[in-house]
Each structure stands twice: as structure tokens, then as C-alpha cells.
């Protein structure tokens, strides 16, 4: 198992940039695919980004073109560069770890985004 700690969130004006920062313990974060989620205020927690152990990347559509999610294996961290944010974009991010099949199963505690307008 791994456990997840996020960190980068803040307060931001819209079109501003922020980079959120997944940090996992443990020796085996390569072998993990991981993922970033969000919830809003009022609303269910949904899928943002996700970037497997390979290194193959995939979006949900509100952040394509805007958001960037990367890994670095060395460091045991992951990434989500959030550029152009939007009110909208307001929520708490919460990076997960998969491995193999398996869904995401380990969770972090979050951080707080809020994007003013």
C-alpha cells in the first residue's frame, strides 16, 4: 500500500495556474496507476485525470487542454499543472492510487482549490 498526501492547492483568480502535488510513501509508487479527482461543494466527487504506470495520460473533458498531469517515479510524486482555471474548477482534489485492475482503493486526504472570478 501507499499512502497519499496532496499539497499546491490555494486561493487563485481565474486564469490563474496552480500545481497540485501527490506525494506517495512507500518504495512501489512506479507500479501504481494514479489518478486525480475533485469534488464540489454539493456535488459527487469526479474523475479529472489519470496517468498510468506507464506513463499514458487521459482526461476528462473539463480538463483537456488546460491541465497537465504528470509523475515523477524517482520522487514518488505526481502532479496536476492546472493552467487557465475557471470558477467552475473550484473543489477539493484528492489524488488515488490503482494497481493492476483493481479500482482506485488508496486516497489522500485533499486539498482545497478555489478559483475566485
Known amino acids: 500500500q501507499v499512502q497519499l498526501v496532496e499539497s499546491g492547492g490555494g486561493l487563485v483568480q481565474a486564469g490563474d495556474s496552480l500545481r497540485l502535488s501527490c506525494t506517495a510513501s512507500?518504495?512501489?509508487?512506479?507500479?501504481?496507476?494514479m489518478g486525480w479527482f475533485r469534488q464540489a461543494p454539493g456535488k459527487e466527487r469526479e474523475f479529472v485525470a489519470k496517468?498510468?504506470?506507464?506513463?499514458?495520460?487521459y482526461y476528462a473533458d473539463s480538463a483537456k487542454g488546460r491541465f497537465t498531469i504528470s509523475r515523477d517515479n524517482a520522487k514518488g510524486t505526481m502532479y496536476l499543472q492546472m493552467d487557465s482555471l475557471k470558477p467552475e474548477d473550484t473543489a477539493v482534489y484528492s489524488c488515488?492510487?490503482?494497481?493492476?485492475?483493481?479500482?482506485?482503493?488508496?486516497w489522500g486526504q485533499g486539498t482545497q482549490v478555489t478559483v475566485s472570478s
Open positions: 488515488a492510487a490503482q494497481r493492476g485492475s483493481a479500482g482506485f482503493n488508496q
Open positions: 512507500g518504495r512501489t509508487f512506479s507500479i501504481y496507476h
Open positions: 496517468i498510468w504506470s506507464t506513463g499514458q495520460t
